[in-house]
Structures are given as C-alpha cells and as structure tokens.
C-alpha cells in the first residue's frame, strides 16, 4: 500500500506564494499518476492538479490554471504544487493522492491512495 505525506502548508497573505510537496513511499511505476484536491471548510473536496507519474503530462481545474505549477521529482518521489497569486478562496486542506491505474483528471473516486492533507491559509 502506498503511503503519502504532505507538507508545505501554511499561512501566506493574498497575492502570496506558497510550495506544498508530497512524499510517495516506495517505487513510482510508469503507469501511476499522482494529483492534489483540496477542500475547504463546508465545501466537498475538489480536484485541483494531476500529473502521469513517468510521462509528465498534467491536467488542471480552471480555478487554478495560470497560478498553480504541479511537478515532480521521479528520483525523490516527490510530488509539488507551486502556488501562485494565493487568494482567500484558495484557503483549504490541501490533499495529495496517487492512482496505481494512472488517473490524473478531476474524478476523486479513481485516486486509491490519500495522505493526511496539510491546511494552507491565506490572509486577505
């Protein structure tokens, strides 16, 4: 069973960076893929970036497309999600997944494996 932790959250004014990563434990396969969703307080968890774990390709929510970068580091299984022009609505529990069948696209259902989420807050 894969298992993966998050880092990287904090408190950051608007208009404020911030870089989350997630640590995968054991080997990354060529057909895997690895995503973040977020949720925030009174609102479902939602989809925000994915990425094929050997190909690199990536989709992204339009919520985010032109402020968030999703990356990766194969030899750390390493997963990031540079955060750009933070605003309040970005404010969430920010959470890292990976799909053993290789989904990175928006449906939650398909992703198997969560970390524990870490909270990102932005100050207006």
């Known amino acids: 069973q894969v298992q993966l932790v998050e880092s990287g959250g904090g408190l950051v004014q608007a208009g404020g960076s911030l870089k989350l990563s997630c640590a995968a434990s054991?080997?990354?396969?060529?057909?895997?893929?690895m995503g973040w969703f977020r949720q925030a307080p009174g609102k479902e968890r939602e989809f925000v970036a994915g990425?094929?774990?050997?190909?690199?390709?990536?989709h992204y929510a339009d919520s985010v497309k032109g402020r968030f970068t999703i990356s990766k580091d194969n030899a750390k299984n390493t997963m990031y999600l540079q955060m750009n022009s933070l605003n309040p609505e970005d404010t969430a529990v920010y959470y890292c997944?990976?799909?053993?069948?290789?989904?990175?696209?928006?449906?939650?259902?398909?992703?198997?494996?969560w970390g524990q989420g870490t909270q990102v807050t932005v100050s207006s």
């Open positions: 997944a990976c799909s053993e069948l290789g989904h990175y696209g928006a449906t939650m259902s398909l992703y198997e494996y």
């Open positions: 054991g080997r990354m396969y060529s057909e895997w893929a």
């Open positions: 990425i094929a774990w050997t190909m690199g390709t990536t």
